[in-house]
C-alpha cells in the first residue's frame, strides 16, 4: 500500500489574528493652552488616517495581507500581451507542445479531465517562449507536499496553470483545479474533530465549530447534495456574525492552517487558506482600500474563487488559437 502523502500543520497561536486597538494618544485634540488653528491637512485626503486595519478570524497578527492604499493601489489585473521576438520562429517541438496544450483544452471544456504536459523535455529557450506565450494570470498558490514546496501559478488562459518545484522544470496542467492542489487538500485531517468548551468571554465559536465539524464530516462521507456542477460550498460569514476575540482566538486554535494557500487577484483580493482540516476553507475577500469586506469559511470543495470552470477552458481555447495566429 502506497504511503499516505502529507502537507505540514500549522496550528495558529490562541491570541486573537488581526485585532488591534488604535494607539494611545491618538487624538485630534490639540494639548491645552496651545493655539487652535483648524485640523491639520490630511497628507492623502483621499485615505483616512489612524482607521482600523484589514480584520478577520484568519488575518492580521505577523502575515496580514497586503494593505492596498486608495491612491496608488494596483488596479484590476488585465491579461498580459505575449512578448515575443519579431524574428521569433517555434521549433517544431515547441508547435507539437503548443498543440497538444490546445487539445488539452478543447477536451478539458468538454469533460473537465485534468491533463499535464511535461516541460523537461523542452530546452530552455523553448520553455521561456511558453512561459510568455503563457503568461500569469489572477490565481497563484502555494504549498508543500511531502516535504516539497510548490508554486502553482494560472496563465492568462484561465485553467491552464504551470506548476513548478525549486529546481525543476515543472509541467503545464489544464484543469478547473490543479490535480497537486487537490492531492494537497484531501491528504488532511478529517472532520469530525473535538470542539473545546469555551472559556471566558467565548459566544459563538463553540456553536459555529460544532457546525463546521458536523458540515464537513457529512460532506467527507456523501460528498455534496448536488452534482458538483451546481452545489455550492456551505458558507459561514464572520463579517455579519457577532465574534469576541475570545472567539476569534478558539477558532484559530481549532482550526489551524495547512500549508496550502491559494490567492486571487483582479480589483481587490480574494485569500484562500486550507485549515488543518479537509473540506473546511478559510476565504477573506479584501476591497483596494485592504479592508476586509467578507470574512467566511466554506465547507466543501475548493472555493470558486481559485477554480476555473469548463466555460473559462473553452474561451481560453479561442484565445490560444488566436495567439498562434498572431505569433506561429
Known sequence: MAEPRTIPIQILDAAPAGLSENPAGSSNQAPEGSPVSGPAPRANPMIWEGEEAATGVFIGGENPLDALDLLGVPGMVLPQVP?????????????????????????????????????????????????????????????????????????????VWRISAEGEAGWVEVACVPTLVLEAALSLETAPFPVPEGGAGVMNAPAVLVEISERAAHYHEHGPAESAATAPNHVLNFTLLPMSEADHALLTSVLGRAQLELRSGGFGDCKVMATRYRHVWAVQYVNAMG?????????????AAVAAAREDMEDSAGRLQEILEAYL
Open 83 to 159: 512578448r515575443l521576438p519579431e524574428d521569433f520562429s517555434p521549433s517544431d517541438r515547441l508547435r507539437a507542445w503548443l498543440d497538444e496544450l490546445m487539445e488539452a483544452l478543447q477536451c478539458g471544456s468538454e469533460d473537465s479531465v485534468p491533463r499535464r504536459l511535461a516541460l523537461a523535455e523542452l530546452d530552455e529557450v523553448e520553455r521561456q517562449a511558453i512561459g510568455e506565450i503563457l503568461g500569469e494570470g489572477e490565481v497563484t498558490a502555494e504549498l508543500t507536499l511531502d516535504g516539497t514546496a510548490f508554486r502553482v501559478v494560472e496563465s492568462v488562459l484561465a485553467g
Open 291 to 303: 479592508h476586509v469586506i467578507l470574512d467566511t469559511v466554506e465547507v466543501g470543495d475548493v472555493p
